[in-house]
């Protein structure tokens, strides 16, 4: 429970925070004294990132990623313009073969705005939020969301101009996100206008995709070259209040990524890559309060933690089925 | 807590606040500037058949554009950022394409998830989607007694309509249906209320549904005598009028004689 409650807190935008060392299981202390002296498996796994540094990898799965997020929006487009109708609608309300489908974030500003509640978008809310409760909450951003893609694009160049010295990152305090959300409900409520909707990057792009570009997509430029130029990947890490919506549903989802203390190394692959690194505080030398530990519910699912890790100490885990990857 | 208070705060956790809330008051500013185009009424757009008033329909809105989807005639566009809070809302831009309600059944309002566009309302007549008023008597070829031969908006207009006698379920564009007419009364002639009501004056109602026979004329041309033998006739605006904009489509004359004022019956007037 301790550690539901931990999770909450870091996605509303506590910084983790480290165990007393009465938290810590004390087999744990043999095990780090264990892993010290494993002299050998340290070399080993050293030669191995100094050859994946030399010669980098595909990422298999983010590619698989990528396509499935693509195909999404494809599907939602196809639908449209070739009329084969699977998929109507777009991100922010769809009905898929003729389901009503809502996003939660959508659904809530038109709720607080309007103040009564149809029975079809109650439908499509309770729809979206049992498949996306069973998938893990902020799945949705990683593998549905069209503004992380083009974000994650962004990423990759502001990390080739850092590198270079070009640019630097420049980080908020991550609470203030918290703070978006409940100003746009409020804002939502009290205006009677879907205030958020107006800036929501995945809707306007959705509908570009859609229904043809417009000038919205300057808004979604200009965000994006603030993650370049400024703070990386600010607006899913910061200010997005779809990610949120989703990551509180997706607390005591049943799908999560695993962490799994006894094959770590701590060597932080996984902090480098991650869209929000501070899920992974428990991979840290002398955090870990248990020998497996289910990353937070701020974590998206994208797996980019999962596929960097040298010593395959972070799995996706479906509570019942056992090890997906 | 007044031992915390004298912790010296690092210059870093102090940029990195100053910048959050910098940014934070930024982007909410940025937000609320989607007020103006809402309180100045800057776009007053028709909106589809059923949308409520219009401020309830930019809350209950949720911007899916799934009336967009179903719209045969494709009627129906999406505002843009310009448009403020209203962006990705639905609106009709009559002159090029009105809703001729060839669906029959208002599939937009079925379709749309959220009653933005009322559940409450089944069959055209019952739309108030605005009222057409007649602004240019003077451009009207029926008030100068002429008539018109030929594409009612040209060979390069794509608009469409459903012509019941040239094809009962499909829409055509206008350009492939030109009229010849001694005098000009294409606004009376393709008002879709209008044709029901001379289906249901002739036993054959649409799709045989007694229910879809409007109660109430639309439109009417009546006579003008302007004393010099020159048959004339002048369009009158009737209480059945439902805002479609079919008739500001059709009109041939630039620009159209008739246009739809949406905001009287929305809660949009001044």
């Known amino acids: 429970m301790s550690r539901l409650y931990d999770s909450m807190a870091e996605l509303l935008g506590r910084e983790p925070r480290k165990p007393a060392a009465d938290e810590i299981d004390p087999q744990i202390r043999d095990i ?10 340290i070399e080993k ?38 009329d084969i109708q699977m998929l109507e609608g777009s991100m922010t309300a769809s009905r898929f073969v003729g389901f009503h489908m809502a996003d939660l974030n959508s659904a809530l500003q038109v709720m607080l705005a309007y103040k009564h509640i149809l029975i079809n978008l109650l439908i499509g809310t309770v729809t979206v939020f049992i498949g996306w409760w069973l998938l893990g909450g902020r799945t949705f951003c990683s593998w549905a969301c069209p503004y ?64 043809g570009p417009g000038l919205a997509l300057i808004w979604v430029g200009l965000l994006l070259l603030f993650e370049i130029f400024y703070s990386r990947r600010a607006w899913c890490r910061y ?12 607390a005591t989802s049943p799908l999560k990524v695993q962490y799994h203390l006894d094959s770590c190394f701590h060597e932080g692959e996984c902090r480098k890559v991650c869209l929000v690194p501070h899920v ?35 799995t996706f885990k479906f509570k019942g089925l056992g090890d997906l990857l | 807590m007044a031992v915390r208070s004298k912790r010296p705060v690092k210059p870093q956790a102090r940029r990195k606040f100053l910048r959050t809330v910098v940014m934070g008051v930024g982007l909410i500013g940025v937000t609320l500037l989607g007020y103006i185009p809402v309180l100045g009424r800057w776009a007053a ?35 843009d950022l310009d448009e403020g809070f209203g962006v990705g809302t639905p609106y009709i831009d009559a002159r090029a394409q009105a809703c001729d309600f060839s669906c029959d059944g208002l599939q937009c309002v079925l379709a749309c998830p959220t009653g933005a566009l009322t559940h409450e309302i089944n069959y055209p007549h019952e739309t108030d989607m605005g009222i057409a008023k007649v602004v240019r008597p003077d451009l009207c070829l029926a008030v100068q007694g002429r008539g018109f031969s030929g594409q009612a908006r040209g060979a390069a207009f794509t608009g469409m309509l459903r012509y019941d006698a040239v094809d009962r379920w499909n829409p055509i ?46 439109i009417r041309l009546e006579p003008l005598d302007a004393g010099d033998g020159i048959t004339r006739m002048q369009p009158v605006i009737l209480d059945g009028c439902v805002g479609c904009g079919v008739c500001e489509m059709i009109c041939p004359v630039e620009p159209a004689v008739i246009v739809i004022d949406g905001t009287e019956s929305r809660g949009m007037g001044a």
Not at chain 1, 166 to 174: A, G, Q, T
Not at chain 1, 282 to 304: E, F, L
Not at chain 2, 195 to 215: F, H, K, M, N, V
Request: with cysteine; glycine share 6%; aromatic share 6%.
């Open chain 1, 32 to 41: 780090h004294v264990g892993k010290r002296n494993d002299s050998t498996r």
């Open chain 1, 45 to 82: 796994i050293k030669i191995e990132l100094a050859h994946k540094a030399a010669h980098k990898p595909p990422e298999k799965l983010r590619r698989k990623r990528w396509a499935v997020l693509i195909l999404v929006n494809l599907l939602f487009v196809v639908s449209y313009q070739l």
């Open chain 1, 148 to 211: 992380h893609l083009l974000a994650e694009w962004a990423e990759m160049l502001h990390l080739k101009l850092a590198e270079k010295k070009l640019v630097k990152d420049h980080p908020f305090d991550r609470r203030v996100r918290t703070w978006f959300w409940l100003i746009f409900a409020a804002l939502a409520a009290v205006t009677g206008y879907t205030v958020y909707e107006t800036i929501s990057p995945t809707g306007i792009l959705s509908r570009a995709l859609i229904y």
């Open chain 1, 239 to 250: 200010a997005c209040p779809i990610g949120l919506t989703y990551g509180l549903v997706g």
């Open chain 1, 280 to 314: 992974l505080n428990t991979v840290i030398k002398g955090r870990a309060t248990g020998m497996n530990v289910d990353i937070g519910a701020d974590c998206t699912r994208c797996g980019r933690c999962v596929e960097a890790c040298p010593t395959s100490s972070l």
């Open chain 2, 45 to 79: 757009r028709l909106r589809p058949p059923g949308a409520l008033p219009e401020q309830q329909f930019l809350a209950s809105c949720i911007k899916c554009g799934q009336c967009v989807q179903v719209c045969p005639v494709e009627a129906i566009s999406l505002a």
């Open chain 2, 173 to 218: 564009p206008v350009s492939e249906h030109p009229y010849e007419l001694e005098l000009c009364d294409l606004c009376m002639r393709q008002c879709p209320i209008e044709i029901r009501l001379a289906q249901c004056e002739a036993g054959t109602p649409p799709s045989g549904d007694e229910r879809q026979c409007p109660p109430q004329h639309a």
